[in-house]
């Protein structure tokens, strides 16, 4: 702790967003990124408590007092190297985060947390702009095979893990290019996407293969995936979406919310979608369904689109503004949200639910909601919903977009036909060794947690690739997360 | 590693109450110093509030915490430890405690004394602990008045007769031995003998002692115990254990292993908001629990009744154990080890060799031992010469006389003055006599302890001679002592009083017309005295007041001093050899001394007739040049801050 009274001495200071007229005008990213020293002032203010709440909420352990220090110091380049030593994907988390971090801060108990993502960040591009980032130079190959499903954060981490302990790693993606959800779903003005080919290509100079456009169980078959490699990880995401399967759900102009903001992003990358493919917010009236983080990237999106208007609704009623006694710290709080894609513009409405599509000409024309309310659970697991009579209200809809969860992995296809046995939530099952049922196949990441964040994934990823080292090897080097 | 065999269960309805239970949990002794005012103030509310005692830890406490608020909470600690640095230990402060805790280790830094940094020693602290803002405070590791178990006994004695009323408990530290260190304990008549281990908190330790000092408390209990049973000592004191204590299972097993009382520390401070920041030394803890900083103070928001909750579901975890294990009452539970068993499954491999049983032993004894206390102590109080003392000052009062007492005194007569002042603290108020209100002359030899805790407004006489501790924790008092008026050796050449006189004096006057023993004025945070001699190690750890030695010093003098101002009268020059210079720098007495030098020497004739003070006052223009200075460096840098900022006062004034 390189200031003792830094918190005393100074505020809490967080990065500046570009304004909202100039920025709904493009993809490009909202966040205007702060200047070293700004970065280096705020890292003073970590008190460097010595039971570190952030590490503790952090699923990735990062060492969060400790980098802070190295950077008010001014010491980058050990800042950079403990960050890495615990994050394969800095750059990403620093971005779009919900920075489980700052909710435990112990600043944050009675005062403002310490801007520890944005410390992150700092740390990282400042790695990138000074070339301190390079590729790893592998000592010696195992000569061990291992294929890993999927080229989002849980099977990029989980590869470039067993990539450094030397084995042989390709990456099979069924998409176009790596990068899953990060790629094809979070939005740009999110994540700008060289962002993350920056960090491919030092990938694919430490050997790792990337083998993209090849579905497994459809392009390449199962047995071959068995025999042909050591040992598999499966981290394909949990991509099945929760459907409404209410009256009128078959008229057109109703889209999953994955299916809008994938093609949002081919779009954007300069991909050309054909006009019957089409999902363009432009001069529509735009209703989300769905208060979630997918459904703020979809407010965001139909914004830059050049929606007439947008309504986001949610059925959950809208959660307080800050922690109660029932969301006591260091827990991460269910608290309200206002994304940088709802200071753009649009309408929240909450304790909404969908009752019925309403269409013209076998397209979407308007949507019947009702009023909920929640009564207290009352010895129950959980509150009961109930309809208020005579609440019933329509919202016209040119474009609905579904953004109400994900339930479990796809199951049809390579899961199938791999015969994996799933839990109770429709997720790969797997063992305290992170394998599954079927010998030598591993699973990390949101097949087998269900639908999770970024920085869960790249522990899941982490994680799996110790204990295949651990299977492949007898024991591992790598560390445990 | 310890497991409840499984037994006939009883219906909890069965188990004695809640309320019952709640007096037996005390909180452990956290200074305030280490942790902050209303830090403090909270633990002591919560726990009278449920019927159990917190405690003041080392750091003295604010008189005005004794009265009670106006909606019957008191933030009174009930118990007042007396520890090696006695600060803040005077007279008052024992008469308002219901316990009075001898600290003789601490489970988390066995052996050591503690460190309160200089800039945490804030004024309020300074005037809790009777010291100087922003000087360190150190505790010296031993009790300087403690060298054996008889010491111990005397002290305890000492306690008892200063407050008749509170009982005396011993705090010792868990180790191999503490069992036959805890009979000493028992014979020497305390009443109650806290077990530390070696596992709790501490703000004030290196590292290498909070890791790897100590052990467990439950081998300390289990020694203890046992060997009180053997002695037959057991059903005459109380057992208290605490060393991290979390659950109302750790307190059902300490309470098997023999224990009838139980502390908690670090858990109460959790509860009121500690985050284990670990910056209680940098004076910078974020949420207000161990900081003195005015800003980080307003940030505590701790309140009493988390504590109190804490408790209670400590007690409802502990009730149901107790019925699971078929006892109605915690006394029907103390040492029965017969329901404990070693968890063999969480011993590792290398670890299974070892022969556990001592732990669990229960040694066969016939019914009339007592496992846990049943019998108070024999005190002796009965027939100590206070009560003459305040009996014949009730009379005077009475009859409206002034209180002038003449009576012999033997080397058997320990703790004269001790009671005294406890009654005359009690019944007037602490400070409230004028000087010489009560006087007592003695002839003859004196016993131990002569003169401790006296109060201000008692004044002792003594024709003859003392023994050791002298004065000891003096409040306020005079004491005068001189030779009988028929001998004719030299005073500045011959001893008069035994060693440890004054530890941990207050405040007061002393004239010794002779020279004192070794660590003369050990821990002086106030007192005035003239003596004609020292042997080693004087004025060690000294705080405050004012010492004149007006002949030769032993060795060591003024180590660790860190307050307070002595002059040596250095007559043949040799006295720098024997100085102890790390803290003090030897200087020419300046013209603010002279004053205070001139009135001290005219007392001490005034007194005692002493012919090496005629000799000085008749020539003192000359003979200050002789006296050396001794003053401790801090002491010297908050003296001329405050000077600074007096003329500053002055400057403002005049500026209109």
Known sequence: MGEERG????????????????????????????????????????????????????????????????MFGGNWKQALSLLEASNNLPEITGRVCPALCEYSCVLGLNDQPVTIRENELAIIEAGFKNGLIKPYHIGSRTGKKVAVIGSGPSGLSCGAQLNRAGHNVTVFERDNKPGGILRYGIPDFKLEKHILDRRLDIWREEGVVFKTGINIGVDYSVDKLLADFDAVCLAGGCRAPRDLKIEGRQLKGIYFAMDYLTQSNRRVAGDKIPEEELIDAKGKKVVVIGGGDSGSDCVGTAHRQGASCVVQIEVLPRPAECRDSSQPWPNYPLILKISTSHEE????????LTKRFIGQRNHVKKISCVKVEFSPANGKACPLMREIPGSEFEISADLVILAVGFLHPEQSGMLDELKVKFDSRGNVMTDKNYMTSVKNVFSAGDMRRGQSLVVWAIAEGRRCAYFMDKYLMGQSNLPVI | MLNFKKTNPVPIEEVEPAE???????????????????????????MNRIGGKSNTGEGG?????????PNGDSRRSAIKQVASGRFGVTINYLVNADEIQIKIAQGAKPGEGGQLPGHKVSGIIARTRYTTPGVTLISPPPHHDIYSIEDLAQLIFDLKNANPSARVSVKLVSEVGVGTVAAGVAKGHADMILISGGDGGTGASPRSSIRYAGLPWELGISETHQTLLLNNLRSRVRLQADGQMRTGRDVAIAALLGAEEYGFCSAILVVIGCVMLRHCHLNNCSVGVATQDDILQKRFSGRPEYIVNYFNFIVTELRAIMASLGLRSIDEMIGRTDLLELNREIIPAKASQIDYSRILYRPELPEDVGRYYKVKQDNTLDSVLDRKLIEIWGGCVKKNLPVRISLGINNTDRAVGAMLSGEVCKRCGEGVLLEDSIVCKFDGIAGQSFGAFLAKGITFELEGMANDYVGKGISGGKIVIYPNRKVDYKSDENIIAGNTSFYGAISGEAYISGVAGERFCVRNSGLYAVVEGVGDHGCEYMTGGRVIILGKTGNNFAAGMSGGIAYVYDEDATFKQRCNLDMVELEKIKESDKDTIYHLLSNHFKYTNSIKAKIILDNLHNQLKKFVRVMPVEYKRILEGAKIEQKLDIAEDLDG
């Open chain 1, 7 to 70: 918190f005393l001495k100074l505020g809490r200071q967080a990065g500046c967003y570009r304004q909202v007229c100039e920025r709904v005008k493009d993809f490009k990213d909202v966040y205007k990124i702060r200047p070293e020293s700004q970065s280096q002032e705020q890292a003073s203010r970590c008190m460097d408590c010595s039971t570190p709440f952030c590490h503790w909420a952090c699923p990735i352990g990062n060492y969060i007092p400790e980098w802070n220090d190295h």
């Open chain 2, 61 to 69: 406490e604010d008189p005005n915490r004794f009265i009670t608020l």
């Open chain 2, 20 to 46: 019952k239970i709640l007096k037996r949990f005390v909180t452990g002794a956290m200074s305030f110093g280490s942790i902050s005012g209303s830090a403090h103030e909270t633990i002591a509310i919560a």
């Open chain 1, 345 to 352: 513009g649009g309408e929240r409405q909450w304790e909404v």
